[in-house]
């Protein structure tokens, strides 16, 4: 009897969790978070914790909801539906420090279940999430034309371009600023989708720094959430999608009374092509304004010394878009690989800064030679004309080495390494021959024995490892748990064919068959008893962190909605993939 009530508790998964923060700041509210999974009654009774000394409980709410999944395991659609009920304590610390929150304990129906303690660390200084300034400035610079809409004038979102009629591959600095009413913290947001472009993400402050303004005699706290540098790939008219935040709004005390979802406006770039009239023939896609230096190798050069040319393009454009040019050279210089070395960086005018080329040389013979002007043309989007710039000519003179020998005839020949230039004639070979002796031969002598001692040996290897493999291979769940990390490497390759190929529904369902199966191997969980709750489960007594775990539920959710529902529009593949990838990763070096 025992053994069947423990089958069936475990079979509803039942169980209580609690969800806080690790840190936060003295004199921040913050929310402990109880979560009861599939009761057996329906109404449970919540005993919250005893109180701590120095930590000042501000109520408690609840809420219930309910979850439908679908998984499929072994070919079988399996839905399941879980009934969740949570209650929220709201806390504030008085002072710095470590405080532990006692377990707490849910009576549902005939069986009490206990929550593990929470340890919060509180650090000194306060928290500067969009505070509420005292005195507010009027709006001026980039909130000067803003337009309140009607339907929500406390709290909207605005998407701003600072040009919206560029030339292709022109920069353009794309920023979203938050305008609120309220005191209020984010939660989650979805950036808005640049197709066409080429994006660069901009330095932003690791706190959200917050101004109060007045827009129409009304105070507002003005944020800028996000900051993009995007450059045009396409012509004609692109849109970019709106920006999307979830915030928690908070009353006057500090308690937090709802979530509000708030969404920007969208934009719509008009890219113009670049004229065909007056193009150079240099032109490998430079938009921007820049120039070109050159700089010489230092001291004197010889005969099979190598020596290093550098080319500079500087200036402000879309650096890392265009070809940079190549030097001529003399026939007889050796050229090896070149180095490219970026230094630039990206500001709201675009990519600033310069790009250094290093051309590796090897002169071959002496004389007077030079590497004749090198052209580099752009297009600027200022004046609306194509430039050129070009750098001087550069005379270089080639001594002869050391390692010299003079011909009769009077000429100067130089010894070098036997190499093959050009498929000519090379140099006579002056070292000494290794010589073999008459009649003897392989068969009989040492070697010969050697070899088939060496031969026995590495069949007594091959033989032993053979049998060490097919021994581990036995206890299949070990070695399918070593075999984990290389299967779901194979499986995400297959998802990254897919997703370059555009091929959406595969490459969901790849990514979602490789965390399953991943975890499944990993945690040596058989296919028909593999869902969340048995993967949140084995993860939590592996003592993997409480993030890393909502992190894989959130994939396999995001995979396997993205393949049911009728849009999987607002599922990056590529995020999806590199969260995956790191997530797989990491998981390795946890379990």
């Not at 938050?178 to 640049?194: I, V």
Request: proline share 6%; with cysteine; aromatic share 10%.
């Amino acid at each position: 009897m025992l053994l069947a009530s423990a089958q069936i508790w475990a079979q509803s998964g039942r169980k209580l969790y609690v969800d806080a923060p690790r840190v936060v700041m003295t004199g921040e509210s913050f929310q402990v978070k109880y979560i009861l999974k599939n009761p057996d009654s329906k109404n449970p009774r919540f005993i919250p914790p005893q109180d701590v000394k120095g930590l000042n409980s501000y109520g408690m709410s609840s809420y219930s909801s309910s979850q439908s999944s679908v998984t499929i395991i072994n070919g079988r659609l399996k839905s399941t539906t879980t009934y969740t009920i949570t209650w929220i304590l709201t806390y504030v610390a008085n002072k710095p420090g470590t405080y532990t929150i006692p377990p707490a304990k849910v009576i549902d129906g005939n069986s009490t279940l206990t929550s593990s303690a929470v340890t919060i660390t509180v650090e000194g200084e306060p928290n500067n999430n969009l505070p509420k300034p005292k005195n507010p400035v009027v709006t001026g610079g980039q909130d000067e034309n803003v337009v309140i809409p009607s339907q929500n004038s406390k709290l909207f979102l605005r998407l701003w371009a600072s040009k919206k009629d560029v030339y292709l591959g022109e920069p353009i600095y794309v920023y979203a600023r938050l305008y609120s009413a309220y005191r209020l913290s984010l939660d989650d947001m979805e950036p808005a989708k640049y197709q066409g472009f080429w994006v660069q993400d901009l330095k932003m402050p690791s706190r959200i720094q917050a101004d109060q303004v007045v827009i129409n005699g009304r105070e507002y706290l003005a944020a800028t959430v996000d900051k993009k540098l995007i450059f045009p790939q396409q012509t004609g008219k692109l849109k970019i999608t709106p920006y999307k935040l979830t915030c928690t709004i908070y009353d006057d005390w500090g308690f937090p009374y709802g979530q509000k979802d708030v969404v920007s406006n969208p934009l719509v770039i008009r890219v113009k092509p670049l004229p065909e009239e007056g193009k150079p023939s240099s032109f490998s896609g430079a938009v921007g304004d820049f120039k070109i230096d050159i700089v010489p190798p230092k001291g004197n050069i010889s005969v099979d010394q190598a020596i290093t040319v550098k080319l500079i393009i500087s200036g402000t454009g879309n650096f890392g878009l265009f070809d940079i040019p190549q030097l001529k050279v003399p026939n007889s210089f050796e050229a090896l690989d070149p180095k490219t070395i970026p230094h630039y960086e990206a500001t709201p005018d675009g990519l600033s800064g310069k790009v250094e080329k290093q051309f590796i040389y090897i002169p071959r013979s002496r004389g007077n030679f030079e590497i004749p002007p090198v052209e580099f043309s752009f297009f600027n989007p200022h004046t609306g004309k194509y430039e050129m710039v070009r750098t001087p000519a550069i005379k270089l003179s080639v001594n002869g080495s050391s390692d010299t020998t003079t011909a009769s005839g009077g000429y100067t020949v130089y010894k070098t390494d036997v190499t093959q230039i050009g498929n000519d004639i090379n140099y006579i070979f002056t070292s000494p021959f290794k010589l073999t002796r008459r009649n003897s031969y392989f068969a009989g002598s040492l070697w010969h024995y050697l070899a088939y001692i060496i031969a026995i040996l590495v069949f007594a290897v091959i033989v032993y490892l053979r049998r060490q493999q097919i021994k581990e291979m036995a206890d299949i769940r070990r070695y399918r748990a070593r075999q984990a990390g290389k299967v779901s490497a194979r499986r995400l390759k297959t998802a990254l064919k897919y997703m370059r190929s555009g091929k959406k529904d595969e490459f969901y369902q790849e990514i979602s068959q490789a965390l399953w199966q991943y975890l499944g191997d990993k945690l040596g969980i058989d296919a028909a008893l593999l869902t969340r709750d048995s993967v949140r489960e084995k993860l939590a007594e592996r003592g993997v962190d409480a993030s890393v775990i909502d992190e894989v539920i959130r994939i396999l959710d995001e995979s396997e909605f993205a393949r049911y529902a009728q849009s999987s529009g607002d599922v990056s593949m590529e995020n999806l993939y590199s969260r995956t990838r790191k997530l797989i990763d990491k998981l390795e070096t946890l379990i």
